[in-house]
T-cell receptor
Framework: GNSVTQMEGPVTLSEEAFLTINCTYT??????LFWYVQYPGEGLQLLLK?????DKGSNKGFEATYRKETTSFHLEKGSVQVSDSAVYFC???????????FGTGTRLQVTL | DSGVTQTPKHLITATGQRVTLRCSPR?????VYWYQQSLDQGLQFLIQ???????AKGNILERFSAQQFPDLHSELNLSSLELGDSALYFC???????????FGPGTRLTVT
């Protein structure tokens, strides 16, 4: 079946540090890949997406590239801010099912 | 703001009771999805409706049921509640199958 594996958190960084959150997946077919972000006490917000191999999704300074050869979709940001503190979820969607399959989430804490 | 609304925001009830959670999708979206987020299970897909018809089922208990009405809003009914049903319940909507999903703010259910 489909599955998503994310790096364990929490990840603690100082403001302006470089961020990488690893995500790898197992899926049948050719999935679409997503990053969602959940701020404290809120719902999930779609952060970025990529629908085919080598696509790069980007939004608000975050980027992720769909790597079919390594089945990965790592999230990166060049310079994090305190306001980026949240839980980040990697997810996939395949043509065989409409449901999103989520990773366990990675908590990011950014300090001054 | 994703455009997906959920009510109520919080719900506290006792074991054995029944509750109804309500979701209104984004304008024009035909698909509605329900997910459960708990500390031990993470984010789990429960059920999907598309234009009033059940489309896909996930890890939904028999005590739980859902429906989508002609105006496209959806309700999730949870009955014979147990302590373990305490969780955040999210609704999401999408324009069509296998397309990006937008999440509501969630309903936090506490069963005492």
């Amino acid at each position: 079946g489909n599955s998503v594996t994310q790096m364990e958190g929490p990840v603690t960084l100082s403001e302006e540090a470089f961020l990488t959150i690893n995500c790898t997946y197992t899926a049948t077919g050719y999935p679409s890949l997503f990053w969602y972000v959940q701020y404290p006490g809120e719902g999930l917000q779609l952060l970025l997406k990529a629908t085919k191999a080598d696509d790069k999704g980007s939004n608000k300074g975050f980027e992720a590239t769909y790597r079919k050869e390594t089945t990965s979709f790592h999230l990166e940001k060049g310079s994090v801010q305190v306001s980026d503190s949240a839980v980040y979820f990697c997810a996939l969607l395949t043509g065989t099912a409409s449901k999103l399959t989520f990773g366990t989430g990675t908590r990011l804490q950014v300090t001054l | 703001d994703s455009g997906v609304t959920q009510t109520p925001k919080h719900l506290i009830t006792a074991t054995g009771q029944r509750v109804t959670l309500r979701c209104s999708p984004r304008s024009g979206d035909l698909s509605v999805y329900w997910y459960q987020q708990s500390l031990d299970q993470g984010l789990q897909f429960l059920i999907q409706y598309y234009n009033g018809e059940e489309r896909a089922k996930g890890n939904i208990l028999e005590r739980f049921s859902a429906q989508q009405f002609p105006d496209l809003h959806s309700e999730l009914n949870l009955s014979s509640l147990e302590l373990g049903d305490s969780a955040l319940y999210f609704c999401a909507s999408s324009a069509r199958d296998n397309y990006e999903q937008y999440f509501g703010p969630g309903t936090r259910l506490t069963v005492t």
